[in-house]
């Protein structure tokens, strides 16, 4: 599978982001999905992950603010950003997980696409 975010920029602490994830190659909607970010510095971050149904899960630090969403009949998976903060600031990917639904965890994501870059200026 090829995935490939967009929607990155820069961005006011406070505003918002949508970031997409097009994906080509196998059944992509049979498989669970999910948007890392990694920071300069810092461990690849798994931040929202959604199953082939929807079902969603969010890291700590993001619940609350973000939301993970897909569209299986345009194999596009979708990442609302709203009341973003500094510490947002990363590179974000989008990845498939192993089966339709995975624990929330790094591991369990096999494919990753190329990031798009998100800046939140204070």
């Known amino acids: 599978v090829q995935l490939q975010a967009s929607g990155g920029g820069l961005v006011q602490a406070g505003g918002s982001l949508r970031l997409s994830c097009a994906a080509s190659g196998r059944s992509f909607s049979n498989y669970a999905a999910g948007w890392l970010r990694q920071a300069p510095g810092k461990e690849r971050e798994l931040v929202a992950s959604?199953?082939?149904?929807?079902?969603?899960n969010y890291a700590d630090s993001v619940k609350g603010r973000f939301t993970v969403s897909r569209d299986n009949a345009k194999n596009t998976v979708y990442l609302q950003m709203n009341s973003l903060k500094p510490e947002d600031t990363a590179v974000y990917y989008c990845?498939?997980?192993?089966?339709?639904?995975?624990?929330?965890?790094?591991?369990?994501?096999?494919?990753w696409g190329q990031g798009t870059q998100v800046t939140v200026s204070s």
């Open positions: 990845a498939s997980g192993v089966s339709s639904w995975v624990p929330f965890g790094l591991q369990f994501y096999d494919h």
């Open positions: 959604i199953s082939s149904l929807g079902r969603t």
